[in-house]
Nanobody, 117 residues
Framework: QVQLVESGGGLVQAGGSLRLSCLASGSIFSISAMGWFRQTPGKQRQFVASITSGGETNYADSVKGRFTISRDNAKNTVYLQMNSLKPEDTAVYYC???????????WGQGTQVTVSS
């Protein structure tokens, strides 16, 4: 079972930046796609960004040009650099491990990001 631990959330003013990190346990990190999602109270969890094992990235339209997902396979870590933050980016951000083959997906515990206006 892969375990994920997010960090880097916090309170920031609009226009500011934060970098989220997600550390994954296990030896299969390098062959797995990873993603970031976010959720606000009463709403469904929404896709933010993903990165394949080969480094291909995909973003939600709402964050394109402002957020960047990256990975460091040597550190078993995926990052989400968030720039030009807006109050509507306020949410709990979750890291997701896309289990390859029959391996189950996994989620982190979430980290709160709050953007003040």
């Amino acid at each position: 079972q892969v375990q994920l631990v997010e960090s880097g959330g916090g309170l920031v003013q609009a226009g500011g930046s934060l970098r989220l990190s997600c550390l994954a346990s296990g030896s299969i990190f390098s062959i797995s796609a990873m993603g970031w999602f976010r959720q606000t109270p009463g709403k469904q969890r929404q896709f933010v960004a993903s990165i394949t094992s080969g480094g291909e990235t995909n973003y939600a339209d709402s964050v394109k040009g402002r957020f960047t997902i990256s990975r460091d396979n040597a550190k078993n870590t995926v990052y989400l650099q968030m720039n030009s933050l807006k109050p509507e980016d306020t949410a709990v951000y979750y890291c997701k491990f896309y289990g390859p083959g029959r391996l189950a997906d996994a989620w982190g515990q979430g980290t709160q990001v709050t953007v003040s206006s």
